[in-house]
């Protein structure tokens, strides 16, 4: 009945209940929109965090631990990790060390994320990714360990930049720009693994046919790949042209994959131990100017690190979609607090039936729960639209080519929940005015 | 329901001079009584009536309903007496007009716990007392003035209460609708164990009840 009263009361005022209804739309449908921003992007910051046989992860002091994505900086902060830890890091229990360069396409599509590394270990790192072609093949295998930094000449110093690309099996050769005016040319079989979602989506903006340019190299496309997270939007590509490129001063980071997961905390520590070691040596030295402190973290501590970069953008699109629901709860007040002075009277009359303060409380909250909760369900609706349009907005203000948004169930949950507390929070000035009545002074006035 | 009043005093400072309605009033209603309370305008049968309602606190003095002076309970026990020992009626009806006349007068009744199903059952029994059936499911706000009391009538009845206050009752209504109300109310006390105090300035109307009470400057003295 009194659930029954509240509902009947929403509609006793058509107009004003629909004009605050509109605002709880936008409200709740503007953090629908903005907060699925920062869900999406932590949503697959997980998933290919959590899709990666990696067990250590080695990386430089101040780098992003945010996997390959515009937000993650193509670069990775400037500190880079020295190229002779790469044998040292194999310590008992350590089947692969992967060092990897993160770096963007050039040009206007430098959004787009290139993952550098000896490609063969690609199948070992992404282990649920699926490759169009073994990435392993792509490329001649490049021996690592004759890389040092200051090794001169190199084994590939020459060709770089003189040979044309071997096309992959399938692709239009293409003649690429000349060595004078374009971009150099990559070594021979030098092929990039592209993410499907890229591949399907920019395909023709990307490259139209043509060569790939990373860091004044053109690439041709050789293989392609589906994954979690972010990998079906990344560009994978052969590590070593670009450690000739920046004559070898070394990689961002260094992911370890273990024989055993089992094993995962007595390594990390071997590997700990390496790491001091070497940076003492190159301390006493005086030869190292690289990375002043270098991480060694577990997964859980990485994911932790990129959770922390996550944490701040999360907040800017909270504290910005809360000024709409600081707005919905303004709104939501005055319409109670309307409705209340109208209608002291009858919750006098109320009273002197016998409903007790408590039960004049409820009607309250439940008029302004009908109220705010019907226009935050409104607002999933709207917010679900809206996350599709901001999505594309953002696409082309910033030029990146994934779907950023992700409307998760806990996020449409939130929102309702917000809804809730918007139509609480509104009860709270109606209820203590009335509690406060004078029962006569309502009861002489008539109604 | 005995009423018990012992030296009651209430006074209102609503102007620049306060205004003392109750200057030590005494009574006694024995269970049962049908007693009208008259006087001219303005000298406190309402204020008398809302402190018999548990609605105001008397400034002094004791008010026994029952073997309970309600004048020393704290709200929250006032709650439970007028839910559950009594009735309101109200001179403009205070019926609430987003519900239908079988709603207002399960309200009481559904406050107090009972089922919808029961409520309904028992308000559809109070609804052919009063000879309203028809109206059911009608807004109270297509009801003839008649109608509406009869209805408020029912709603103050729907708790099975001992006390029965009603404040002018008949003060908006026509004669024939008066004679009407006059009726059910004399109908309920015969058939109901059930005290009922009415404050009215129309003397037909008080010619109804079983004892007349007349409120001058404060003090109350039998009219007959």
């Avoid at chain 1, 501590?301 to 959770?307: F, G, I, K, V, W």
């Avoid at chain 1, 992700?406 to 929070?425: D, I």
Wanted: some cysteine; proline content about 6%.
């Amino acid at each position: 009945m009194i659930a029954g009263l509240a509902f009947r009361n929403v509609l006793r005022n058509k107009e004003r209940s629909l004009l605050t209804l509109v605002g709880v739309v936008l409200a709740i449908g503007s953090f629908v929109a903005l907060v699925s921003l920062a869900a999406g992007f932590t949503q697959r910051v997980e998933r290919e965090l959590g899709s990666r046989e990696v067990h250590i992860y080695v990386t430089a002091g101040r780098g992003s631990t945010l996997p390959a994505s515009p937000l993650s900086g193509a670069g990775g902060g400037g500190q880079v990790l020295p190229l002779e830890l790469k044998e040292l890091l194999k310590v008992p229990g350590v089947r692969s060390v992967t060092p990897i360069l993160r770096t963007s396409l050039d040009g206007s599509r430098s959004v787009i994320p290139v993952i550098a590394m000896p490609l063969e270990d690609s199948e070992i790192v992404f282990k649920g990714a699926q490759f169009s072609s073994k990435p392993g093949q792509l490329n001649d295998r490049f021996p690592m360990d004759g890389l040092q930094p200051q090794s001169s000449p190199s084994p590939l110093a020459g060709p770089v930049g003189l040979v044309t690309p071997t096309p992959a099996p399938g692709a239009e050769p293409s003649p690429g720009p000349s060595a004078e005016s374009g971009p150099r040319k990559a070594p021979p079989n030098a092929l990039l693994v592209v993410g499907q979602g890229l591949a399907r989506e920019v395909k023709e903006a990307l490259s139209g046919g043509g060569p790939l340019v990373i860091e004044e190299m053109a690439f041709q496309v050789g293989a392609d790949v589906a994954g979690d997270g972010f990998l079906d939007y990344t560009i994978l590509a052969p590590i070593e042209p670009f450690l000739l490129q920046r004559d070898s001063r070394g990689v961002h980071e260094y992911w370890i994959t273990l024989d055993s997961e089992g094993k995962v905390q007595q390594t990390q520590a071997a590997v700990q131990k390496v790491v001091e070691d070497f940076l003492l040596r190159e301390k006493d030295r005086g030869d190292y100017a690289g990375a002043r402190k270098i991480r060694v973290l577990n997964r859980r501590e990485y994911l932790s690190s990129a959770r922390d970069y996550l944490g701040y953008g999360w907040l800017l699109q909270v504290a910005v979609s809360m000024v709409g629901v600081l707005i919905a709860i303004t709104a939501s007040m005055n319409t109670m607090l309307m409705s209340t002075y109208e209608r002291l009277g009858e919750y006098a009359t109320l009273r002197a039936v016998g409903a007790s303060r408590r039960v004049i409380a409820m009607t309250i909250i439940y008029e302004a729960i009908f109220l705010n909760v019907t226009g935050g369900l409104l607002g999933l609706l709207f917010g679900f639209l809206a996350t599709g349009v901001l999505d594309k907005a953002v696409a082309i203000l910033l030029e990146i080519p994934y779907p950023m948004a992700g409307v998760t169930p806990v996020l449409l949950l939130q929102a309702l929940a917000l809804s809730f507390v918007v139509g609480l929070v509104g009860a709270v000035i109606p209820i203590f005015i009335v509690s406060r009545i004078d029962l006569v002074a309502q009861l002489r006035k008539g109604m | 329901m005995r009423i018990l009043l012992r030296g009651v005093h209430k006074m209102y400072s609503l102007g620049p001079r306060p205004n003392k309605v109750l200057d030590g009033v005494d009574l006694m209603v024995p269970s049962g009584q049908f007693v009208a309370i008259t006087g001219p305008s303005g000298t406190g049968k309402s204020s008398l009536l809302y402190l018999l309602g548990c609605l105001d606190y008397p400034d002094f003095g004791e008010i026994h309903l029952g073997n309970r002076d309600v004048a020393k309970d704290n709200e929250s026990l006032r709650e439970k007496i007028r839910l559950r020992h009594l009735g309101f009626v109200f001179q403009d009806f205070r019926l609430l007009p987003a519900l239908s006349v079988l709603e207002n007068i399960s309200l009481p009744m559904q406050l107090a716990g009972l089922s919808g199903a029961e409520s309904r059952q028992r308000a559809r029994e109070l609804l052919r007392l009063i000879r309203m059936e028809r109206e059911r499911d009608q807004l109270t706000a297509t009801l003839s003035g008649g109608q509406k009391q009869k209805v408020a009538i029912a709603r103050s009845l729907a708790n099975l209460p001992e006390l029965l206050l009603a404040d002018e009752p008949t003060g908006n209504l026509d004669s024939a609708s008066t004679m009407e109300i006059l009726d059910v109310l004399r109908q309920i006390h015969a058939s109901r164990t059930l005290t009922i105090l009415m404050v009215t300035h129309d003397p037909q109307a008080a010619s109804y009840a079983d004892r007349q009470i007349v409120l001058e400057r404060g003090k109350l003295r039998e009219a007959r």
